[in-house]
């Protein structure tokens, strides 16, 4: 597990080539795509974050090695360490580190710093124009949704139109996975699901559990520990570079 979003390889190649020729073939129907590790990499939001709080807490020099590289996964200790901060510096910063992280990350302020994985947006484009409808479905809350809005149309991912939809989480207490289970289920307009993609293991299931007949991407940038197997049918890419 690490983020190589800029790779390519057959298989991704002709995984993709499956997911635009289903929706060619559908015509109709919905895409759904996942937005945090998925359409989107949030790690530049995080070390927008962790600057910040550096900066205003004049520890700028101690985080000036940390980069994007070193966000492989949610462990915010481990990710300094990678980046070589003393063990000494993560002890005694970590709790008011770990607070501003939490603050900006569940909040609208930082998501501008997030960019959209290589690919992404020219590949919902293409399922949109063979004439699916996107629907973002993610685990950010209702909180998040001004920013995330302004994230979608600013990276020029289908949005606005009257057909894209986004689904955030009434509850941010609600477990992801358990949220995205009841807006399939309850919430989210009846429509056949043609093609979905996310990074979560579990969500991906959810999909083919969902609706055997879709394509599904698992991407492989991170997810949270101790995903479920990937179910057999999953369609693993890197990214959206064919
Ligand atoms: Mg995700």
Same mark, same amino acid.
């Not at 090695?65 to 481990?78: C, E, K, P, R």
């Given at each position: 597990? =690490? %983020?190589? #979003?800029?790779?390519?390889? +057959? @298989?991704?190649? $002709? &995984? /993709? ?34 600057? =910040? %709080?550096? #900066?205003?807490?004049?520890? +700028? @020099?101690?985080? $000036? &090695? /940390? ?176």
């Amino acid at each position: 597990m =690490a %983020w190589r #979003a800029h790779s390519r390889s +057959a @298989e991704q190649s $002709a &995984a /993709l080539r499956r997911a635009a020729r289903r929706a060619e073939a559908a015509g109709q129907g919905m895409a759904v795509l996942d937005l945090d590790g998925c359409l989107f990499d949030n790690r530049p939001r995080q070390l927008g974050i962790l600057r =910040a %709080w550096a #900066a205003s807490a004049g520890q +700028a @020099e101690a985080l $000036a &090695a /940390l980069s994007v590289g070193h966000f492989m996964d949610w462990d915010l200790q481990a990710t300094l360490r990678r980046a070589g901060i003393p063990k000494p510096w993560i002890e005694r910063h970590y709790e008011a580190l770990r607070a501003a992280w939490w603050r900006g990350f569940f909040s609208s302020d930082w998501m501008h710093l997030d960019e959209p994985l290589p690919g992404a947006v020219a590949f919902t484009r293409g399922l949109a124009q063979a004439g699916l409808r996107p629907v973002y479905l993610t685990g950010r809350d209702d909180t998040m949704r001004p920013g995330t809005e302004r994230a979608l149309a600013r990276a020029g991912f289908p949005w606005g139109d009257g057909r894209a939809a986004l689904y955030t989480k009434p509850e941010a207490a609600e477990a992801d996975h358990l949220w995205k289970a009841r807006a399939l289920a309850e919430i989210i307009p009846p429509e056949p699901l043609i093609v979905g993609a996310d990074n979560e293991p579990a969500n991906v299931n959810l999909y083919l559990n969902h609706a055997p007949d879709a394509v599904v991407l698992w991407l492989d940038t991170d997810h949270s520990p101790k995903p479920e197997p990937v179910h057999p049918e999953a369609l693993p890419v890197r990214g959206f570079l064919s």
